[in-house]
């Protein structure tokens, strides 16, 4: 996560905003908005996907900001697969607690 903290900070900085400037446009505080920055919060694709709009760039334009040249496009959107998978992974794992939490308030 530390690496797309970082191109979200390169980004924000190409363009010239602070971070208050994108906290008040996701709604969200300064200081969660840095931790995204630093890579400190796990974030989903749909912040992410939100983010990138706040930029006026693709999911994939962001992922790849500030890539070495070379990089070809399929291998962020190989990046972005990767984070879908694992995004995916998340929300089954939070269906199983989920329903794990109902069954045991259903036993008491």
Known sequence: MKTIGKRIR???LAKGCTQRQI??????????YSKIEL???DINLSRLAQ????????LAE???????????????????????KEADRLQKKV???YGQLQISKAAK
């Not at 906290?23 to 969660?32: E, G, N, R």
């Not at 990089?71 to 190989?78: F, K, M, V, Y």
């Open 23 to 32: 906290a008040q446009q996701l709604d969200i505080t300064v200081p969660a």
């Open 39 to 41: 890579g400190l919060t």
């Open 95 to 97: 269906i199983e607690l």
């Open 62 to 84: 962001l992922a790849s900001f500030g890539n070495a040249p070379g990089q070809s496009e399929a291998d962020t959107e190989h990046q972005l697969a990767q984070l879908e």
């Open 10 to 12: 390169a980004v924000r």
């Open 51 to 58: 983010i990138a709009g706040v930029f006026k760039l693709t």
